[in-house]
């Protein structure tokens, strides 16, 4: 397994949550990342996604504002923080990544992402 990540769980409608995505090579650290979700009877969507310096940040609009994604390359992971969350958000989570040739490059297509996790299941009550 190449990308694990972690944190998902039951929380109340307005609550947060913070999910973790570890790499398991050094190497990661020279990837763009990025979270996605996919919920039930509903295509994989994009969340969010951090450049592999972590200066270029980007969101979907449905999480703008509420949702922060952030790295640790010494760490090799990243972290999705997620605040007043909805039902909507309900949804199995990913964590991706891919060799990013140059260090601002934020990617926001499934197809641009070589790596995935196995998924963090993500549910809240209204």
């Known amino acids: 397994v190449q990308l694990q990540a972690s944190g998902g769980g039951l929380v109340q409608a307005g609550g947060s949550l913070r999910l973790s995505c570890a790499g398991s090579r050094r190497t990661f650290n020279m990837h763009f990342w990025g979270w996605f979700r996919q919920a039930p009877g509903k295509e994989r969507e994009f969340v969010a996604a951090i450049s592999r310096n972590g200066y270029n940040t980007h969101y979907a609009d449905s999480v703008k504002g509420r949702f922060t994604i952030s790295r640790s390359n010494a760490e090799n992971t990243v972290a999705l923080q997620m605040n007043s969350l909805q039902s909507e958000d309900t949804a199995v989570y990913y964590c991706?990544?891919?060799?990013?040739?140059?260090?601002?490059?934020?990617?926001?297509?499934?197809?641009?992402?070589?790596?995935w996790g196995q998924g963090t299941q993500v549910t809240v009550s209204s």
């Open positions: 991706a990544s891919n060799y990013a040739r140059r260090p601002e490059w934020v990617q926001v297509a499934a197809n641009e992402y070589q790596n």
